[in-house]
Every structure is written in C-alpha cells, then in structure tokens.
C-alpha cells in the first residue's frame, strides 16, 4: 500500500514536471520580453500600445495569460497524451479567465488528464474507434471538467489563489528569508534540472501574480552557483586542475546572462562537495535578499537585474556574501580530501 501511494506521488511529480518544462519557456520569453519593455520604457508601458516598448510589453503580457491554459494542456497530455490536450487547453482558458492563476492550471490538468485518461480505457465498437481520441473523449472530458470547474471547484481555486498571493506579498523579514532559503537551495541543487525547474516556474508564476519579493528571490538564485565555483578557484587555486579552472571561467561567464548550467561540470565531477556548497552560498544569498526584502519588477536574473532592486547597494552586498561563504565551504571540504591524498604521496615515497 505504502509502495502504490510512494509511486503514485512520484507519477504526479512526473506530470508537473513535465507541464513545467513546456511551460518555462513561454514563461522565459514573455517574461524577459515584459521586463526589457519596463526597463526601456518605463512603467508607462504598462498602460500604453502606441509605443514599441508598449507593444512588447502588450505582447510580453499576452503571452503570460497562457501560464494557467498551457501549464494544464501539458499536464494533461502528460497523463493522457493527446485526448487531454484540447480540453485542457480550452478548461484551462475557463480557469484563467476565472482568476485561479497556476494552481488552478495544475488542478485543472490533473482533472482532465485523469479523466481522458479513464474514458481512453473504456472499449467501444470498432466504427466508434476512429471517433474516440478525435470527438468522443475531447467533447465528453470538455464538457464536464469545463462545467465542474465552472459550478464547483473554479471558486474555492481562485480563493485559494488569492490567500496564497496575499501571503508572499505579505512576506517579510524572517519568513521570506525562510522562503529565499528553500527557493534558493532548489534553484541550486540540480542546476536547471526537475527541482531548479519547479523553483523557476514557482518565482514567474509569482511575478505574473505580482508577487515580486518572490520572483526576485528565484531570478536572483540563478548566478549564485557559477559564482561560487569561479570565486572559489580563485581563492584556492591549489585544489584545482587547469581545467577546473577553465570551466570556472566558463561557468562565470554564462552566469552573468543568466545561465546556471556553466556548473554542472564541476557538480558531475565531485558533486559530494559542489552541489551541497552551492546550494549554502544560493540559499544564504537568498535569504538575505528575502529578509532585506529587496526586489525589482522584472525577471531579469543575477546580474542583469542588478541595477533595477530598490536597494542595489544591498543587493550587491548578498550577492558577494553568499557566493564567497559557499567558496569557503567548497574549498574546505576540497581541502580535506587534498590533505589525504598529500599524506598518500608522502607515505608513497617513503615506501
């Protein structure tokens, strides 16, 4: 029994993985095109289409509505492959519309993968085969999941929605320091893998929500784990190789746009001692940005986004904090390991 409920939490992981990686990047290109709008031409273009920056941020801002419709199609198909993805897509335009935001859509693509899922099972007569995946499931899962979320479960979501937005605006000091800790630790644990991914998409739903505390936590994690590696082969040259060093270099520079993956060379080769030193340097960047409760308007990442925080000064200062205690312990417990293999050596050439 326990083994089924185990399993099937990992299946419903499964699925909200999978809508995730289909939905990050509607959420990369509508988000970043949105944020270049405001940074270029100023909150006006949050009201205005008669300039280009007004009509990227028209066009940035239309493609956000697609959070809650496409984060359901792709779970859906996820569980039942193409017979639930019509439906979801049109349920999850209802609960878009309905204001349920991202957890509207994740319930609605459970509902109606499931559902698709049962009725695909269902036999039929062999001439209604032809018309099962195409007519039959899309117009039977449409209609009822489409009218249960309507009369049912659509406003206790958009209840449920609201508290949860009242509450990260309503963050602050310990608790989005406790926040930034979390988000900041997943952001950096598998580097653009399944749980950085979850992270990610938490932090832009929540700047679609207005939640900006939050989606400056997520945006901010994104550079701490290639700064952390280059400042601790800068600090420590001894524990490295020429091509450590030369990933470091690497890795530093795709963090200053905004790319995590520079790491995973190092992560794959000592992963014991990188992975938890880069999610102790994210998390406690994080945590301050959180706790000091510094924020921008943008999704632009780490470094790019510096300058837009109501407190770049501070901003700076977690930045450096962060990254240089997480190359402390990075080259700490690379420490340990060089002393053993120094006292190996010496014992070697004794014998």
């Not at 080769?269 to 960047?285: E, F, N, Y």
Request: net charge positive; aromatic share 8%.
């Amino acid at each position: 029994m326990a083994t089924k409920k185990k399993n099937f939490g990992k299946e419903l992981m499964g699925y909200f993985q999978s809508g995730v990686s289909y939905l990050i990047p509607l959420l990369c290109a509508s988000g970043l095109l949105t944020s270049l709008a405001v940074v270029f031409g100023g909150q006006g273009v949050w009201k205005e289409t008669d300039t280009l920056w007004g009509v990227m941020r028209m066009i940035g801002q239309t493609g956000l509505g697609f959070i809650t419709p496409m984060i359901a199609a792709y779970i859906a198909f996820a569980i039942a492959d193409r017979p639930g993805l019509a439906p979801a897509f049109i349920v999850g335009l209802i609960a878009a519309k309905m204001g349920t935001g991202f957890l509207g859509g994740m319930i609605v693509g459970l509902v109606v993968g499931f559902m698709a899922q049962y009725l695909k099972k269902i036999p039929l007569p062999a001439s209604l085969q032809s018309l099962k995946s195409m007519l039959i499931i899309p117009l039977i899962v449409t209609t009822v999941s489409g009218l249960l979320m309507w009369y049912v479960i659509g406003v206790p979501i958009k209840g449920l929605t609201d508290f949860l937005t009242a509450w990260l605006n309503g963050m602050s000091g310990a608790n989005l320091a406790l926040l930034g800790i979390i988000l900041g630790a997943m952001m950096a644990f598998d580097m653009g893998g399944p749980v950085n991914k979850i992270a990610n998409a938490f932090g832009m739903a929540a700047f679609a929500q207005g939640a900006y505390a939050t989606s400056t936590i997520v945006m901010t994690a994104i550079s701490i784990p290639p700064t952390v590696v280059f400042i601790a082969t800068l600090i420590g040259k001894k524990f490295y190789d020429k091509s450590d060093i030369d990933n470091a270099r690497t890795a530093i520079i795709m963090g200053l746009v905004g790319i995590t993956e520079g790491t995973i060379p190092f992560a794959v080769k000592d992963p014991l001692r990188v992975i938890p030193s880069i999610m102790t340097g994210t998390a406690i960047t994080c945590a301050m940005v959180g706790g000091l409760h510094i924020t921008h308007q943008s999704l632009l990442t780490t470094y790019t986004g510096m300058f837009l925080t109501n407190n770049p000064v501070m901003y700076i200062i977690s930045i450096l904090v962060g990254s240089t205690i997480g190359a402390i312990m990075l080259n700490l417990l690379k420490s340990f390991a060089y002393r053993k293999q120094e006292k190996t050596s010496k014992a070697e050439e004794v014998d």
